[in-house]
């Protein structure tokens, strides 16, 4: 049975309204449940204690009793661990199943109508959280009409810049300050700011934060891949030396037969350009390229044609990158997930500054199977990372974490589909099945064979 808008919007009002009387009632059920698990936790954890006693009085039974101290060690700390699934499980239920519930109401309506009641002020209230910021920076700006005291004397503008050329990056922006002359110049001398900011730290780029601007003959062949045009030695490619290729989001990847790994940016691959990234296959962090080595993990630095060592464990990886911060993301395996903002001045590179206040924790994510928004598309604040539910999203400028999963009652094996349509944050699922045969069908169109 079809309806109109005004019956969609009173159904959603009183499913709202009588959603959460419903859900009172199942977590009595839980709580009880969890409680149940507690009680038989804290009898275990005693039982444990006597049977220590028991082992110290009885030395001849030592190794029984401590087999059996193993045991029950290790099916407590199951329970503490089923008791923790548990109330996840509950925060899991209280918000994915009354969604389901406003998505079922509207199965049988029009496409049009469906899309409408994702909007409403009932289902849209569990995406409003999920929008796109500009930087609120806009920087000092100079108006030309206010008044300023005459300079008391004049330094000719070569001056100025042969004394920026020897200033530290701190001491040249406190020099621009002095007067309107000095000011200008720093904003005239972009090659010079360029320069200094690169060998302090090589990620600062245009655009980012407050920056907006930056104030030997060989035969060579150009190959196109992937619509990027690639400058490599003629000698190698007509060997046939290329033996794997890979075509990133900021940088052009070789590796040869011989056991040469290369990487030039994507901006300018030309192989004169590229360096050698040892043993390790490089993959992408947001605009970043790195390498994971046996004492850390380096990041490309193109300028200069070198990788930099960014940690001394393995154990926390560059995920992301906005206004020259680097997300890292710490594994589970040491504590709860959590992606912690990071800076590196080359001025001291043995410092890793990062801000503890800032981290961001509960998602499910991992650097293999996750990915950073497109700056272009002026999404860069979030990361999508595929989780065993779906996918969870980062929000590094408001600093939440988004899970998106399948409804309850539908196949699991599906994979999640977000991004902003017209401004509005949409999440879409698939199934498995129908996604490979959609990427199938999309590559055999293209004419692209998939071994896959």
Known sequence: MKASKSECLLAQKELANRYPEALEFVKFTTDNLVRSIELRYNDIREKSEQVQVDAEAHEGIRDQLGFIIATMAEHMRYLEKAQKD????????????????????????????????????????????????????????????????????????????????????????????????????????????????????????PGDGDLKTWQDEAEETVVEIDGVKITVPTDDFDREEVYIYSVGRSSVYFRFRSGVQLVMP???????????VRSSDPREAGDLTVSRQEDGYHLADFGNRRLLKYTSTTKCSPLAHRNGVIW??????????????????????????????????????????????????????????????????????????????????????????????????????????DSRATQHKTLADFGIVDFL
């Not at 720093?186 to 010079?192: A, E, K, Q, S, V």
């Not at 994507?266 to 050698?276: A, K, L, M, T, Y």
């Open 86 to 205: 548990l109330d996840k499980k509950w925060d899991d239920i209280s918000q994915n199943y009354v969604q389901t519930a406003f998505h079922r109401l509207v199965r049988h309506q029009t496409d049009e109508l469906r899309d409408w009641c994702l909007q409403t002020k009932y289902v849209g209230a569990f995406t409003e959280h999920m929008v796109t910021m500009e930087n609120p920076n806009l920087g000092v700006q100079l108006e030309s009409k206010v008044p300023r005291a005459p300079s008391r004397c004049h330094i000719p503008s070569e001056i100025i810049a042969l004394i920026y050329s020897f200033a530290d990056v701190e001491t040249a922006v406190t020099l621009r300050e002095v007067n309107a002359q000095w000011y200008s110049m720093f904003g005239i001398l972009d090659t010079l700011l360029k320069s200094k900011m690169s060998d302090r730290n090589p990620w600062i780029v």
């Open 266 to 276: 994507r901006h300018d691959p030309h192989f004169r350009h590229s360096f050698d």
């Open 328 to 433: 890292l993301l710490r594994n589970k395996s040491i504590m709860p997930t959590s992606m912690i903002p990071t800076f590196i001045d080359l001025k001291t590179p043995d410092k890793l500054y990062f801000r503890s206040d800032r981290a961001i924790k509960g998602m499910d994510i991992t650097e293999t199977f996750s990915a950073q928004g497109l700056k272009t598309r002026g999404v860069a604040q979030f990361v999508v990372g595929s989780t065993a539910k779906g996918a969870d999203i980062v929000d590094l400028v408001g600093g939440s974490v988004t899970s998106i999963s399948h409804h309850y009652g539908y196949p699991d094996k599906c994979k999640c589909f977000v991004g902003f349509n017209k401004g509005k944050f949409q999440a879409w699922v698939m199934h498995k099945d």
